[in-house]
């Protein structure tokens, strides 16, 4: 008769937690590399030292988190029950077999109300200076982009309002610019209270705007042709072996553009020097963009943009420009004269109506009934232009293909791998915090797995190197 396998999950053994966890496994890499005496300095002041009850290891619920965005468990509660039947998590963080595992809700507590709010950017800096330390990082070519996270609010339940329009960064250095060129055309120049007059931005100018009644600091973010969601998006920069080196988290209805300065400042201000080329998609292509990465002597690798214009009219760049006379030829030979620029930094090229009222490619010109051709540009286009150039060489073209292994692979992975497609936080300071967190994981990750392949060929070579000195010559 054939013998069955006896029950032995009650069946004694003597043994210790260490022994049960795999050499290669994962949180194993991760303690080699990680370090936790300074999280102690850090956090002792906000920690009684007095007698009473033993409060819990601060660096156990740093852990705690670090166990949920490594492994892309959807909240602290799931969290909490995995670390209780987990071998591998009862051992990363240091508990027995029989040890209570610090509750859920401590967890929670302590980075809401008892940690810091910078702890976040600070444990993200510190993982990502280990990553610089051990020469993983690669700044020299460097990729923004940007990505929706589902907010945890119902899109059904929202209200109108008027906010006002956020004045733009780079509106004072325009302001100065548009003026030095209007006194030259000898025009009146454009002062805070001729924007008072006409609705600019600081006349209270006012913009009506979706707000989530759920989360009011997320925003109304268009899904495709039809859906509608409520979101937050994660402007992200990473190097080109996906290691994040800095984040911006705002509403998922700010364009990509707008959050470009913080995250291109954060990045160049870590790395200072010069060089670096900044890879970015089509949301990015504006004329500031252009400019400030030009003037910080970096390079933008930025992608073709299709004409929006009307297909029977001449395309701009028919129009040749003279900037001697600062002027612009037509196609037909006609002559536009800069007539005057804008506070929008929109330049205003016209034609002489009695030259152009009898040509015969007026109506493919654009010209009206009279014959005059105005013709736009804006201040900075020069700076487009030469962004334009760059993308045509074969570097450049090899850069931009590079995205969907880099930073679009980053996203990937973020959503997939580490339960970053939806959040359940609410309020922008909490979920910039999880995104942080998130990203600091993905980096650890990154960095564990790079030390222990490094030592594994390390020790593989010096294993190589004393077998070959104890051979004999002979039996070589």
């Not at 302590?110 to 993200?124: G, V, W």
């Not at 982009?145 to 945890?152: F, L, M, R, V, Y």
């Not at 760049?317 to 600062?326: F, V």
């Not at 995104?435 to 993905?442: G, P, Q, S």
Request: glycine share 6%; net charge positive.
């Amino acid at each position: 008769m054939e013998q069955w396998r006896k029950d032995a999950r009650q069946e004694p053994v003597i043994t210790d937690l260490d022994a049960l966890v795999p050499k290669d496994h994962l949180l194993r890499k991760i303690e080699k590399v990680m370090d936790y005496e300074w999280l102690y300095e850090r956090l002792s002041p906000y920690y009684c030292h007095t007698n009473g009850r033993p409060g819990t290891d601060p660096v156990v619920l740093i852990k705690m988190v670090l166990i949920q965005h490594l492994f892309g468990i959807p909240s602290l509660r799931q969290t909490y029950e995995r670390i209780n039947d987990t071998l591998s998590y009862r051992w990363f963080l240091g508990y027995g077999l029989l040890d209570e595992i610090p509750h859920f809700a401590t967890v929670s507590y302590a980075f809401c109300k008892r940690f810091p709010p910078e702890l976040t950017e600070e444990i993200f800096a510190h993982i990502l200076n280990k990553a610089i330390n051990n020469r993983m990082v690669e700044p020299s070519v460097v990729f923004i982009d940007g990505t929706h996270i589902k907010a945890s609010a119902n899109k059904k339940k929202f209200r109108k309002e008027q906010v006002a329009k956020a004045a733009k960064i780079y509106e004072q250095q325009l302001r100065e610019e548009v003026n030095a060129e209007r006194a030259k055309l000898g025009k009146k120049p454009i002062e805070d209270d001729d924007d008072d007059d006409q609705g600019g931005p600081s006349g209270g100018a006012t913009v009506e705007k979706t707000v989530s009644t759920t989360d009011p600091d997320c925003g109304m973010f268009v899904k495709g042709e039809h859906e509608r969601q409520f979101a937050y998006e994660a402007h992200t920069a990473s190097d080109k072996r996906g290691i994040v080196l800095a984040v911006e988290v705002t509403a998922g209805n700010i364009h990509d553009s707008v959050a470009w300065d913080a995250v291109y400042n954060s990045v160049t201000a870590r790395f200072p020097g010069n060089g670096k080329f900044i890879v970015m998609d089509a949301g990015y292509k504006t004329p500031w963009i252009a400019k400030k990465t030009l003037d910080d002597s970096n390079i933008p690798i930025l992608p073709y943009t299709r004409y929006k214009g009307k297909l029977d009219r001449y395309r701009p760049w028919k129009y040749e420009y003279n900037p001697a006379a600062d002027e612009y030829f037509c196609p037909n030979g006609g002559v536009l004269r800069h007539t005057t620029t804008d506070r929008n930094g929109k330049r205003t090229y016209r034609s002489v109506p009695k030259e152009c009222v009898y040509c015969p490619g007026k109506a493919k010109c654009g010209a009206t009934e009279k014959g005059q051709k105005v013709f736009n540009t804006h201040i900075w286009q020069e700076h487009l232009d030469l962004v334009e150039q760059l993308r045509k060489t074969e570097l450049g073209k090899a850069l931009y293909a590079q995205r969907k292994e880099t930073i679009e692979r980053v996203f990937a992975d973020a959503k997939e791998k580490h339960g970053m497609r939806y959040t359940h936080h609410r309020g922008l300071a909490r979920v910039a915090s999880w995104v942080r967190l998130k990203f600091a994981a993905m980096n650890l990750k990154k960095l564990a797995v790079w030390s222990w392949k490094n030592s594994c060929l390390y020790s593989y070579f010096m294993l190589f190197i004393r077998f070959h000195e104890r051979t004999p010559v002979f039996a070589r």
